[in-house]
């Protein structure tokens, strides 16, 4: 209902007022054009990630200490608090950062959004800022039509500072001349009143606009121009970063449970902030006369003295809430739980990690390790193993062999709950990022996972077409043909182990080479398999039925191998390095195994027993 009533309130209020003065149009414009600024700014860093950003920021989460710092940096450089949150709801989202760290962050960015009023107070209210706009506009456009997204994106920043430049002076010129038409200082309120009203007049003003940046400009351009009183122009800024938290809560809406704290976090600080400052704003006015004297303001420079209160204001509320970060984050953890963990729904792909490319990647594998965590699960009953006995073991033949109770659940109800639609989950997000703009090595790897998620279901079915078979000749001993099932489960339970070892094992230890020896050992023992079973039917050892039933289901095994080393090799192994130069060069080739088979004497290509 508040939604769609407010949006003909806001159209009714441009309308009176551009009916009553041309100078209101003046700074209703300016507003525009710097909040169009602000856009363009936020659309020139999203070009630059992928890299600086997303590096810097996933380096952040060292101590709270670091945390801090990035958000204040971060905040300084790109004018845009609103930004920073995003970003760090969207890392938060995808696992790349901690709480505590998200947290750090944002208490950095209330620090680092108080260097756009010292530049607008200092330099915005002293100088004529078109002068410096215009040709930056100018330039800006060049840049914006380059082939690179470098470029483009500088072009984007330098256009956006051009518009924030011109909207600070369309915003003054017009404060200017409606002062002589009209004095808002009549509106003026004091006291806890005034503190009140103008508090909650601020906090609209940034739900409106979405961005206590604009806010702020306006109150300091208002200010300069003598239309608001300086004591109604300090419960402005303090509303101002009450209203600023309404853009992570919308951010946190698509976001996870994580994210989700971090909204709240966002509003706790605030709202503490706010409090804080209201009740010792006698005593917070003085300290800000004694920083303004002692720095050289003039008495009469209330812009300047707004920017120094919005300074300490926000330095103090960091400082009072720092020491209590862990108790803070013990509430958030409280307030919003946790939700159990249903492994039928994806975990990471929600739509708060659509804006970046690191994000897209870092869920997206992430995903897929989910995946692969389920298929595990599903491949090791269906096979009548259990994964702790597997993974632990010494001897997985002699395990395997002693695995023969059956696992009484019903596989293919399990693939379609735990498998296929986390595998459709994986699709829709990669057509989804395939529809927008992204680099395209980023691109190229969300395809990769995408593949390697179409492995690991291909390797499920084919461990569900095996199970029925696997288990009625392995519960009880019924000979040779008991030995050749146990064989193939020995090899996929080989295999899981292995691809265990390597996801244990540290990037730069990984190597691709066991895997091509393991591709060249699966085409052997497929090949000896089948010499194998025609010596059994020749010996009358096994009959027709069972052998025909034992090469279908041994497609199948090889099958499921071929599919789990294609998956592990995607996945885990590094190609930027120059041992991983090497090792691709050494790589097998497809149509180079069946040489290679052919060729390997037993001795160098021989079953390993583990």
């Not at 695995?403 to 699709?427: H, P, Q």
Request: hydrophobic share 50%.
């Amino acid at each position: 209902m508040f939604k769609r009533l407010l949006l003909p309130v806001i159209l009714l209020v441009l309308t009176l007022g551009f009916w009553a003065s041309s100078d209101f149009q003046e700074i209703a414009a300016g507003v525009a054009i710097f909040l169009f600024g602000m856009l363009m700014l936020e659309d020139g860093f999203k070009l630059f990630s992928g890299g600086f950003l997303e590096r810097a920021l996933e380096k952040a989460t060292g101590s709270i200490a670091k945390s801090v710092g990035f958000g204040v940096v971060s905040t300084t450089i790109m004018q845009s608090s609103s930004l920073v949150s995003v970003i760090t709801i969207s890392f938060l989202s995808a696992g790349l950062i901690s709480l505590l760290a998200g947290v750090g962050i944002i208490f950095g960015a209330n620090i680092g959004t108080t260097t756009g009023a010292w530049l607008v107070a200092g330099f915005g209210m002293k100088v004529n800022i078109s002068a410096y706009a215009l040709p930056m506009l100018a330039i800006a456009i060049v840049l914006v039509f380059q082939k690179s997204k470098y470029l483009r994106g500088a072009g984007y920043v330098l256009a956006g500072l051009g518009f924030l430049f011109l909207g600070i002076h369309h915003m003054k010129e017009g404060f200017e001349a409606f002062k002589d038409q009209f004095d808002l200082t009549r509106f003026a309120l004091t006291g806890l009143l005034g503190l009140v009203v103008y508090t909650l007049v601020g906090a609209t003003a940034t739900v409106v606009m979405q961005s206590s940046h604009a806010t702020m400009v306006l109150i300091i351009t208002a200010l300069a121009a003598g239309q608001i009183s300086y004591e109604n122009a300090i419960a402005l800024a303090i509303g101002a970063n009450i209203g600023t938290t309404v853009t992570a809560i919308i951010g946190a809406f698509t976001a996870n449970f994580q994210g989700k704290r971090l909204a709240l976090a966002h509003l706790i600080f605030n709202l503490v902030t706010a409090g804080v400052a209201l009740i010792f704003i006698s005593q917070i006015r003085l300290a800000v006369d004694y920083i303004s004297a002692g720095v050289g303001i003039p008495d009469t420079d209330y812009a300047l003295k707004l920017a120094v209160f919005h300074s300490i204001f926000n330095v103090l509320g960091v400082a009072l809430i720092l020491p209590l970060i862990h108790q803070l984050i013990a509430f958030l953890e409280f307030a919003i739980a946790q939700p159990k963990e249903d492994l039928s729904q994806p975990k990471y792909l929600n739509e708060a990690v659509d804006e970046f490319p690191q994000t897209f990647r870092t869920a997206m594998r992430r995903e897929v390790q989910h995946l692969y965590d389920n298929a595990i699960e599903l491949i090791t009953h269906g096979l009548n193993l259990h994964r702790s006995a597997l993974f632990e073991t010494n001897d997985i033949a002699a395990t395997v062999a002693a695995s023969r109770a059956s696992f009484e659940f019903d596989i293919g109800e399990r693939y379609e709950k735990r498998v296929k639609t986390l595998y459709s989950a994986i699709i829709e997000f990669a057509t989804r990022v395939g529809a927008k703009d992204m680099p395209e090595d980023v691109m190229q790897d969300i395809y990769t996972m995408r593949d390697v998620a179409g492995r690991i279901v291909r390797a499920v079915k084919a461990v569900k077409h095996l199970r029925r078979n696997a288990t009625h000749y392995t519960v009880r001993k019924q000979g040779v043909i008991t030995d050749l099932y146990n064989d193939l489960r020995t090899e996929i339970a080989r295999i899981l182990v292995e691809i265990r070892k390597l996801e244990l094992a540290d990037p730069e230890h990984r190597s691709s080479l066991w895997l091509d020896q393991e591709r060249i050992q699966v085409e052997k023992d497929e090949q000896e398999t089948n010499s194998k079973i025609d010596r059994l039917i020749r010996a009358r050892k096994i009959d027709a039925k069972m052998a025909t039933s034992f090469l279908n289901d041994s497609n199948y095994a090889y099958s499921a191998m071929r599919d789990l080393l294609g998956a592990a090799r995607a996945y885990y192994i590094e190609t930027e390095d120059a041992m991983a130069e090497v090792e691709r060069i050494l790589e097998v080739e497809d149509d180079e195994l069946s040489d290679l088979v052919a060729a390997a004497p037993s001795a160098t290509v021989k079953r390993r027993r583990l």
